[in-house]
């Protein structure tokens, strides 16, 4: 059992003992002051609305029950406005650099999940045109999350349903063809309600380049969106696997019009007297589930609205037995939500099983410009432009420093900035560091065999910069917990620059004052001690960089 797990767990058992309600999340940190203890937990504070009572009050009876939990506990006090400060065994504190060292790459995997199935929806954006920065928020949290809840015990899908169908696509296929006669030589306009993004030229040259001005009469705008799609997929595709983002489904709205799927959901929402005609059109019961008005399936002019095929795909989701379901949705999709979910009961299904995310908008600043983006108008910045100027490293990290439920500025200057002054590089900077240290240890010749560092006696760490370090290599596991309970990559990308931080501050510390440094010829007994930290150190940093799909490079 990690460290984490044990004191979070003697927490709840002190709470469990006072007779009150357990199921409130514990989260515990490292005190930013060391006369604040090892760890602190702001539980009282928690509990206090939910019990009405004074979050003291209540931390002075989880610390009173506390005092029975030695040898782990020391000690533990109530301070205010209520939190509770906890002294451990050093031993136990000393012990977690061996559970790292031993654990490696599974140390900080937890079984929330316990093999439950998930499938984690996200990105979906529609084959209009090519990703943008704001989809590419939801690509990286999406998959973030995917690699959390894999991490803590989830069996994991993730899937990309795309909307190929509809008006949209029609006016998709009219503006190619537009630009296709453009080429030739036509003056030929773009719908008003087409698409003007410079994409379609390029795509419309692809199209000259295979079909020549064979089709200079042709008015088959099925062919033109057909042909737009592919290429946009394609680019879709690749842009997402640049970005490390993968998916073990893609989905098509047309499928379902195809297979005659929406056809039936909706004959089915008819059989159970969800739907009703009016005004000509066919309107689902979406109040009777708390929507604050009904919804239309089928417009009166017969064609189905965006919500029908929805319907079936999520119909087919639960069809397909997971036990959870994730939907990652952008900014623009909270109104949705809750017919989604009353559409998903009116056939019958349990809608707490579908957990939606929504992820707040992008602002990307430039200098003092902020831009604003329209797929439609053409004016946004792709992913592509993205990762040709930033790569997939910094784009990610900087897409995870703010909760989802959180505006994004993205600061465009800061991104490219290759000093420790980008969060990005003074991670990626500490592991670099970190493995200096060997290469250091190397010319002084020590001998670096394993036994020698997996068997040091690690109770010769007592400075308070390296016990500030196990410390919070100590709480990894917790962090991958909360992050896999909330949904909540932001957790991670904290973690990682509070961790540094630390070990930035003890090597520093080591090239001022002899008594830190790290690499001491003369004394290879503390020497083997401080080098198995900083094995644990790069342990933790690789195994929560690869959460997020982050490199460790080491050498920067």
Known sequence: MYLSEKVTSIIRRAISNLNQIIDTDIEIEVPRIKDFGDFSTNVAMKLAKKLHQPPMDIARSIVEELQQAKPIILKAEAVKPGFVNLWISPNEITNVIHQILSEAEEYGRVNVGNGKRVLVEFVSANPTGPLHIGHCRNAVVGDSIARILKFAGFNVEREYYFNDAGAQMQNLGKSLRARYLQLLGKDEPIPEDGYYGEYLVDIARALVAEKKDSLLHSNDIDFFTAFATKHILDSIKTDLADLKVEFDHWVSESWFHRQGKVDEVIDELKRRNMAYEKDGALWLKTTQFG??????????????????????????????????????????????????????????????????????????????????????????????????????DVVRFFFLMRTIDSQLVFDWELAKDTSIDNPVY???????????????????????????????????????????????????????????????????TAYLRVLTSAFHNYFTAGTKNPEYRIVLPDNPELTYARLALVRALQIVIRNAMSLISVSTPEKM
Do not use: W
Not at 316 to 321: A, D, G, I, L, V
Not at 450 to 460: F, K, P, W
Not at 469 to 478: E, V, W
């Open 426 to 492: 003074y991670v990626q900077y500490a592991y670099a560091r970190s493995c200096s240290l060997f290469k250091k240890a190397q010319e002084e010749k020590i001998n670096l065999n394993l036994s020698g560092i997996s068997q040091a006696n690690v109770n010769l760490l007592t400075l308070p910069e390296e016990q500030s370090i196990i410390k919070h290599l100590a709480l990894f596991p917790d962090v991958v917990r909360r992050a896999a309970e909330v949904l909540e990559p932001q957790f991670i």
């Open 291 to 392: 929507d604050e008005k009904d919804r239309v399936l089928v417009k009166s002019n017969g064609e189905k609205t965006y919500l029908a095929p929805d319907i079936a795909y999520h119909k087919n989701k639960y069809e397909r037995h997971y036990d959870q379901l994730i939907n990652v949705f952008g900014g623009d999709h909270h109104g949705y939500i809750p017919r989604l979910k009353a559409a998903i009961q009116a056939l019958g299904y349990d809608p707490q099983k579908l957990r939606c995310l929504v992820i707040q908008m992008v602002t990307l600043k430039k200098g003092e410009e902020t831009m604003r983006f329209s797929k439609r108008k053409g004016g946004f910045i792709t992913i592509r432009e993205m990762l040709d100027e930033l790569g997939s």
